[in-house]
């Protein structure tokens, strides 16, 4: 079982900054895939960024060049830094942790970019 521990989310302004960080505790292994995926409201959960326990990164269109997802193994904890956000980065972004062919979820944070 994976513990997923979300944190970082907030208002912010048009074309500003956050950190999103995703604490995971549990049983890990060595082979594993973190990611974000974010959830507008009326809207489906879209896939956002992701990044293997190799380091081997991926993001969606949507956010390349403006996003950018890390990882610190020794604190099990991935990161997801936000530049130039804009309104529609408006979501509840959650953290997702895929080991053994099991998915796991954070609880999810509120990211909201207004003026």
């Known amino acids: 079982q994976v513990q997923l521990v979300e944190s970082g989310g907030g208002l912010v302004q048009p074309g500003g900054s956050l950190r999103l960080s995703c604490a995971a505790s549990?049983?890990?292994?060595?082979?594993?895939?973190m990611g974000w995926y974010r959830q507008a409201s009326g809207k489906q959960r879209e896939w956002v960024a992701a990044?293997?326990?190799?380091?081997?990164?991926n993001y969606a269109d949507s956010v390349k060049g403006r996003f950018a997802i890390s990882r610190d193994n020794a604190k099990k904890t991935v990161y997801l830094q936000m530049n130039s956000l804009q309104p529609e980065d408006t979501a509840v972004y959650y953290c997702n942790f895929n080991q053994h062919a099991d998915a796991y979820w954070g609880q999810g944070t509120q990211v909201t970019v207004s003026s």
């Open positions: 990044i293997t326990s190799g380091g081997s990164t």
């Open positions: 549990g049983i890990i292994s060595s082979i594993y895939v």
